[in-house]
């Protein structure tokens, strides 16, 4: 049974940190290129950063260049994403991803707010 599990959302202040985890499970997690999207109210889904299966290779959307970081560990099939400096329009629920050729995979969300 497939799963991706994210964890580590919650309520922070502007100007504070948080770091989400994607612990994976049921597929081979060490092939899949990983990503993190975010969907904010009434927005569309968008790829926040993205990692390449060996983690060889990052990309950041500009929104988030030089304060989020993401990377993974395949020992551990997990995915993190350090969030620094954030902003109110960073509020969003953020979702994991997982690609390898045709098949994709989504978790279910953890809720971040960005608020004082």
């Known amino acids: 049974q497939v799963q991706l599990v994210e964890s580590g959302g919650g309520l922070v202040q502007p100007g504070g940190s948080l770091r989400l985890s994607c612990a994976a499970s049921g597929f081979t997690f060490s092939i899949y290129d990983m990503s993190w999207y975010r969907q904010a109210p009434e927005k569309e889904r968008e790829l926040v950063a993205s990692i390449t299966s060996t983690g060889g290779s990052t990309n950041y959307a500009d929104s988030v260049k030089g304060r989020f970081a993401i990377r993974r560990d395949n020992a551990k099939n997990t995915m993190y994403l350090q969030m620094s400096s954030l902003k109110p329009e960073d509020t969003a629920v953020y979702y994991c991803?997982?690609?390898?050729?045709?098949?994709?995979?989504w978790g279910q969300g953890t809720q971040v707010t960005v608020s004082s």
């Open positions: 991803h997982a690609v390898f050729r045709s098949l994709v995979y």
